[in-house]
Each structure stands twice: as C-alpha cells, then as structure tokens.
C-alpha cells in the first residue's frame, strides 16, 4: 500500500479485549456494531452529544448498521442483544420520530488489563489510558468542559459542572431536524456543511428552510442547501427576514393581450 493510500483511508478500531473471554463469545456481528458505535464516540464529543451525567451516547439506527453489514434487521437485534446482555450496550428510546441513545461501555477487567499496560507515571496519564477502554464518563475531559459547554459571556466566571451541560447542541437540533422531515440522517460530509450554515444561519431559521424543503415536495440536502446558499446571498439571516420576504408572484393564466381581444367583440357573435 502506497503512502498516499494510507492517508486517503479511513480505518475502523477494534478493541483487542473483545478478542478475550468472556468477550470472545460474541458474534462477529455482535463485535462489527461495537466497533461502529466505538468509532462513533469522537462525532458524538464533537457535537457534544451527553446527558445531563457526563455520559456519552451515540446515534446509530437499525437501518443504518443494516446497510452497514447488508443484512436484515433481526440479526441486528440479536447482535445488540448480545451486547446488551453481556454488559456492552445500553439503548435508550427518546420517542416518536426521534433516534434512541446509544450507550457503550467496556468492562472492569478490560480497563484492568489496560492499566496494568501502563508504567508508573502521573495520575493524568493513567486517566489517559483508562479512558479508552472505560465508557466516556468524561473525568479525562473535565479540563475540555468549558469549551464543550460554556455559553457566551460566561467567561472565567462560569462553573465547569457536567450537570450544566446540554444534552445537545444547536448542531444536534438540527441533525434530529433533518431525521425528522426528510427521513434519514445526514452524511459526514452533510453534518460539516451544517456547521458553516450554523456560522451564518440560527437554528430557526434552517428549521423554516427544512420546512421548505418538505413543503416544495423535495426533502433533500441538496436542496435545503441551495435555500439556505441563496438565503445568505440576499442577507435573509434571521427568521424575521424569512418570514417576510416577498415571494415571487404567480402569473395570471392569460396574458393583457389575451384581455384586450376578449373586450373588442360587445357585439353578436358572427355565428
């Protein structure tokens, strides 16, 4: 494999103690859907997806894991089931329309064996090493917090507390916006450009553009960003300005032309 090749490929991440009893047990299913949901977890910081504990959780539907591996659902329940059954899983539903939280988790003997890989040092660099097999209870990110979840004009004065933080941002919103209206969840590459339309737009106001989408009958991000590209072009950044712009009138269905020759004949018609 070429230099350029590794660098213009993405590699997944299974961890090795899912190899070792018990955990050796699991289907080969069962440890695939771990490793996604294992890759998911830097998305899931960067959007700051976690609940009111500190725990971090993930979105990955059905439907998604079974394009993933090309099969049906019912070995994907039984997949997650394993996991659940065996300590590895939590789902928790969140409604209509609305995707279930991801939970996952590693073992306490896991996270022994990896500790004991680590040679004595400082407490933060143990933290470091425990983090990555432990779920994401976030100790190792305390020190990340303020910039995860301080709002603006908070400054020094603002309380690093994991109990003050949302369970999801403006990006989350939307993303939960767009799986609602247009039925499926943006791509990698859809989520970066809602990041810059987030720089330009408010939340709001992507929701009326999503509203247009499914209102014109074309519930695509393609279109949607076509909306909210031509929306910053005209300065329609704010729900009020979107509200009230004018929309383009329709023609009338026959032309002044049309009405001029229908008013010449006041007379009989020559038949």
């Known amino acids: 494999m070429k230099i350029s090749e590794v660098k213009n490929n993405a590699f997944y991440q299974m961890p090795q103690w899912l190899y070792e009893p018990p955990y050796n047990v699991l289907s080969d299913k069962a440890k695939q859907i771990y490793m996604f949901l294992f890759d998911r977890r830097t998305l899931s910081i960067q959007n700051k997806w976690f609940d009111e504990k500190g725990d971090v959780f993930v979105y990955f539907t059905n439907e998604q894991l079974m394009e993933k591996l090309n099969c049906s659902n019912k070995p994907i329940i039984q997949a997650k089931k394993e996991l659940h059954d065996i300590g590895l899983l939590r789902e928790v539903r969140q409604g209509v329309n609305k995707p279930n939280r991801l939970y996952i988790s590693g073992s306490v003997e896991s996270t022994r064996q990896e500790v004991s890989k680590v040679h004595k040092g400082s407490v933060e660099s143990t933290r470091q090493e425990v983090s990555k097999v432990h779920i994401i209870k976030t100790d190792n990110i305390n020190t990340n917090l303020s910039r995860l979840t301080e709002p603006e004009g908070a400054g020094g004065n603002y309380i690093d507390s994991i109990e003050d933080a949302p369970a999801e941002n403006d990006l989350g919103i939307v993303y939960n916006w767009i799986y609602s209206e247009f039925g499926r969840y943006p791509t990698p590459f859809e989520i970066e450009d809602l990041k810059y339309f987030l720089q330009d737009h408010s939340k709001e106001v992507i929701k009326l553009a999503i509203k247009e989408c499914v209102g014109n009958g074309k519930p695509y991000f393609k279109y949607l960003s076509s909306i909210l590209r031509d929306w910053k072009q005209k300065g329609l950044v704010t729900v009020e300005l979107v509200e009230n712009r004018q929309k383009p009138k329709k023609q009338p269905a026959y032309?002044?032309?049309?009405?001029?020759?229908?008013?010449?004949?006041?007379?009989?018609?020559?038949f």
Request: net charge neutral.
């Open 255 to 270: 032309s002044g032309s049309a009405r001029a020759v229908r008013q010449e004949y006041h007379g009989e018609l020559p």
